[in-house]
């Protein structure tokens, strides 16, 4: 009986281990989301990873926290936006104190676009993709 114990909790420890993923080190495209600034100057950024695992950083951490896995065809849908978008808007840079950010991110390459309310107002399209982005946040 006591094997069997051992056996079990071997393997659960396994499976856990293997949902621990570092999102700097993933090669396939990734969505990275999120705001910052302010008097702590504090990031809250989000990793939405191809694979649908979507990740929690904040600027103080050191780890990422798994959040959720996200269903596959949101997942194509939302990657399918962020390239249209990121095609349609080459650069927008307009951080202020307290800014938000979307990236998309492969192998090889990062494109960022970065906002604040309080600077002149960004494209329309950015915003709704972000909200679509924060709404897996806040479903988790």
Sequence with gaps: ???????????????????????????????????GGGFTNLVNEYHLLENGRLYHKRSTDTTFTELSKQNADSIKILFAKAKVLFAEIKEFHKPGNMYYFIKIKDDSTTKELTWSTSKESSPASVKDLFKELMNLVNLK
């Design 1 to 35: 009986m006591k094997i069997n114990i051992l056996t079990f909790a071997f393997f659960v420890s396994l499976i856990a281990c293997s949902h621990k993923m570092n999102p700097n080190k993933y090669k396939k495209s990734q969505i990275i989301f999120g705001s």
